[in-house]
Nanobody, 121 residues
Framework: QVQLVESGGGLVQAGGSLRLSCAVSGLTGSNYRTAWFRQPAGKERDFVAAISGSIYYADSVKGRFTISRDNAKNTIYLQMTNLKPEDTAVYFC?????????????????WGQGTQVTVSS
């Protein structure tokens, strides 16, 4: 059974930093792609960043967010710096064993429960 469990969300002031973690179980080895998405209240879920053999970022977070992966711990991270109020959202970790459109929610078949990030102005 595959499980993704996010942690690290919280309330932070604009300009601050947070690090999100996603512990992955049930997927062996490193032959899968993991990603972060976010969903502001009342809006659609949007791509943030992904990592497999390559790293991908949404334009809105380039230069501020860093995705990384520790294969020994089966954990992926999202280091977020210079946070802005528009970064406020529920952040979801996702994983897929299939190649496809990196930014599409439909390409990911495993999801975590989400963690709230709130950035105050």
């Amino acid at each position: 059974q595959v499980q993704l469990v996010e942690s690290g969300g919280g309330l932070v002031q604009a300009g601050g930093s947070l690090r999100l973690s996603c512990a992955v179980s049930g997927l062996t080895g490193s032959n899968y792609r993991t990603a972060w998405f976010r969903q502001p209240a009342g809006k659609e879920r949007d791509f943030v960043a992904a990592i497999s053999g390559s790293i991908y970022y949404a334009d809105s977070v380039k230069g501020r967010f860093t995705i990384s992966r520790d294969n020994a711990k089966n954990t992926i991270y999202l280091q977020m710096t210079n946070l802005k109020p528009e970064d406020t959202a529920v952040y979801f970790c996702a994983a897929t064993q299939f190649a496809g459109v990196v930014e599409s929610t439909g390409e990911y078949n495993y999801w975590g429960q989400g963690t709230q990030v709130t950035v105050s102005s």
